[in-house]
T-cell receptor, first 111, second 117 residues
Framework: GQQVMQIPQYQHVQEGEDFTTYCNSSTTLSNIQWYKQRPGGHPVFLIQ???SGEVKKQKRLTFQFGEAKKNSSLHITATQTTDVGTYFCAGGRDSNYQLIWGAGTKLIIKP | DGGITQSPKYLFRKEGQNVTLSCEQNLNHDAMYWYRQDPGQGLRLIYY???????QKGDIAEGYSVSREKKESFPLTVTSAQKNPTAFYLC????????????????FGDGTRLSIL
């Protein structure tokens, strides 16, 4: 079946360093959504990308959707303690309203 | 405030017991979803419903059942057939309306943590 692979599983960074997570789908996606889950919380929607090659920015966060609509990335510049959590990508299927979820990348700030 | 309410926050199940997790939304969303999340893992879809009185199995439906008698409610029953029910259960809803070719985002409740006694 359709899968979305997300790497890395964890990333440890010093505060102020950059962070990147990557998602790769086995099939073409109609869209991709990104969510953030704080420790002990629930996923919260960040953004959606729909167009081939689309790039969107939210302050220090940059989201990209690949030209083939099979891969996506989230890059955080100069991480802060408030960025801690797990970032999930979720690909949309054309046929229904389900999302195919990546396993998430946990951002950990080194003390 | 509009949102999704899940209850209870914590639930304990005894051997052979069925338990029901509640999910109510006042967002007027047509679609509702149940996910299971295991520690350090992503979200796995159990069941989803796009309209009242209709629901579809997700990737891990065995041992679970749902109903959708009202638009705002989508309860999940964890049956005794589910041998490893300990997990964090998340309910979500979304509007089916398309936005420029995409999908409306899913809104989540605070979750229910289920453990075996």
């Amino acid at each position: 079946g359709q899968q979305v692979m997300q790497i890395p599983q964890y990333q440890h960074v010093q505060e102020g360093e950059d962070f990147t997570t990557y998602c790769n789908s086995s099939t073409t996606l109609s869209n991709i959504q990104w969510y953030k889950q704080r420790p002990g919380g629930h996923p919260v929607f960040l953004i959606q990308l729909v167009k081939s090659g689309e790039v969107k920015k939210q302050k220090r966060l940059t989201f990209q959707f690949g030209e083939a609509k099979k891969n996506s990335s989230l890059h955080i510049t100069a991480t802060q303690t408030t960025d801690v959590g797990t970032y999930f990508c979720a690909g949309g299927r054309d046929s229904n309203y389900q999302l195919i979820w990546g396993a998430g990348t946990k951002l950990i700030i080194k003390p | 405030d509009g949102g999704i309410t899940q209850s209870p926050k914590y639930l304990f199940r005894k051997e052979g017991q069925n338990v029901t997790l509640s999910c109510e939304q006042n967002l007027n969303h047509d679609a509702m979803y149940w996910y299971r999340q295991d520690p350090g893992q992503g979200l796995r879809l159990i069941y989803y419903s796009q309209i009242v009185n209709d629901f579809q199995k997700g990737d891990i439906a065995e041992g679970y059942s749902v109903s959708r008698e009202k638009k705002e409610s989508f309860p999940l029953t964890v049956t005794s057939a589910q041998k490893n029910p300990t997990a964090f259960y998340l309910c979500a809803s979304s509007s089916p309306r398309l936005t420029g070719g995409g999908r409306q985002p899913q809104h989540f409740g605070d979750g229910t943590r289920l453990s075996i006694l």
